[in-house]
């Protein structure tokens, strides 16, 4: 139980430092798991898993994460985030993304940033369109 515990405060120390960075991480970690009664109740499900991280990309926009935020307050978004820098660009859309909006958003942001060489979704139905693929 206790190498179950080690390592999903592991897992945890790994995606926080994917986002953000901060004095004593580590340690505010453990002692948040430790501490929390959600944490504890739950801490032998689920099995431990190996994880996988993603390769650290060499160099500016050669590896995206793209995904859509919608609905807000009538908006739909175009979220998009560059691997190396965790730079942050949010398109923002006036109705429901058609496969169209979706390409001329990302082409624009490529006429800013170039072209990436890898774009990463989570497969979702605005990404999976024939115009889309083709595109």
């Not at 004095?23 to 032998?44: G, H, P, Y």
């Not at 190996?50 to 160099?59: A, I, S, Y």
Request: charged letters at 25%.
């Amino acid at each position: 139980m206790l190498d179950e515990l080690h390592c999903g405060i592991t897992k945890m120390k790994v995606l926080a430092r994917g986002y953000c960075a901060w004095k004593n991480i580590d340690q505010d970690i453990e002692n948040k798991v430790r501490s929390c009664k959600s944490c504890c109740d739950t801490r032998d499900n689920p099995p431990c898993t190996v994880l996988h991280p993603w390769e650290r990309p060499r160099g500016l926009w050669e590896r995206i994460h793209v995904d859509f935020a919608d609905p807000f307050l009538g908006k739909h978004f175009l979220i998009v985030v560059d691997a190396y820098t965790k730079w942050l660009e949010i398109v923002v859309l006036n109705s429901a993304p058609i496969s169209k909006m979706k390409i001329t958003a990302l082409e624009e942001l490529f006429s800013c940033f170039g072209l990436c060489q890898l774009m990463v979704s989570d497969n979702g139905s605005q990404f999976r369109s024939g115009e889309f693929r083709e595109w």
